[in-house]
């Protein structure tokens, strides 16, 4: 399955060879068919196996979530604003499901690129999107969850959400494929938790007050005391009559 993977990475599900696969690994050709009917039989098993770790992720992380509000209590804006105990825990707790989601994506990234630009003209052409609609009914489900527990802005629409976070871990595993080296997925998991954090921000029922800025008085000029100096005088002197 490794060396299936490599191989469907590098030309796509149609210009696969089962031949190439099986070298690869040391097998023949015939021995691939004691495992998988064909190529595609293949494929749709490491798909499911990256959708299962993906379910149980994502299924994980909403059970956390519920267990901190059940013995933390639930959020509110004032928590965000002062940075309380509880609200720390929080962003903890979703940093490391995001960095742990962004793992995953990284050791699925050739499945991921199959599926954006390798699988034309074949059963798993649309394979992806069908993926990303029940990844988005999913996390809209879960911050539907999260805004009639107050922990989030309800006034938002749950579903726009979902597709802009879903839509990013798609875009996220694009440029994986193409990064020679594994990036830091900490930066990127902190990076995405602030911008959730900071979106979805309940609002408070009345405006923070907000301290005027001091503004600083200018300094009157000071006068000099010193008289300007006197002007020399002159003494005209009467012209002589003829």
């Known amino acids: 399955m490794t060396a299936a993977r490599a191989e469907l990475a590098r030309k796509g599900l149609r210009g ?88 995953l994506m990284w050791s ?23 993926m990303t609609d029940a990844q988005v009914e999913r996390v809209a489900g879960d911050f539907r969850r999260l805004q009639e527990a107050g922990a989030a802005d309800q006034e938002m629409d749950a579903k726009l959400f979902a597709s802009v976070i879903v839509g990013a871990y798609v875009l996220l595993s694009q440029r994986m494929v193409h990064l020679p080296e594994k ?29 005027e800025p001091v503004v600083s008085r200018a300094k009157r000029p000071t006068t000099s005391q010193r008289r300007p100096p006197a002007r020399a005088k002159t003494r005209h002197t009467p012209r002589k009559r003829p």
């Open 16 to 103: 696969a060879r089962i031949e190439d696969i099986t070298a690869a690994c040391g097998l023949s050709k015939g021995a691939f068919y004691l495992h998988f009917p064909s190529k595609e039989a293949l494929f749709a098993e490491v798909l499911a196996l990256f959708e299962s770790h993906l379910t149980e992720v994502n299924t994980r992380r909403m059970v956390e979530v519920e267990r901190h509000f059940r013995e933390q209590g639930v959020m509110g804006p004032r928590d965000r604003l002062e940075r309380s105990a509880r609200y720390q825990q929080f962003c903890e707790l979703e940093a490391a499901f995001d960095l742990e989601s962004l793992e």
């Open 108 to 130: 699925y990234r050739d499945v991921v690129s199959v599926l954006l630009s390798g699988s034309q003209g074949t059963p798993f052409e649309s394979l992806l999107w069908r």
């Open 183 to 211: 990036p830091d997925l900490s930066a990127w998991a902190y990076t995405l938790q602030r911008l959730c954090e900071g979106g979805t921000l309940p609002r408070f029922d009345s405006p923070v007050p907000v301290s």
